[in-house]
């Protein structure tokens, strides 16, 4: 019974090892820095050319009658900007 205990605790330190990139980020976090107004246009920039992606690869696949009504909106008002 002990053993198999040692054993467990030894494949849960290994593993803690090996993720510990995950289970640092998990728990804490980066925090965000104060960003610049260049640094916030660009992030704000890159979300919606991302969103601006999504809506054609959509539109793509089976053409601009695969988009809702709202996405249709959501793409103009993205595409004006």
Known sequence: MSDL???IIIIVVILAFIYRGRIRN???P???KNLTIDDRFNADKREREK???RLLSKMGKNGINDLSPKERKRLDELSKK
């Open 5 to 7: 205990f040692i054993l």
């Open 26 to 28: 998990r728990f804490f």
């Open 30 to 32: 980066a925090k965000q």
């Open 51 to 53: 969103e601006i992606d």
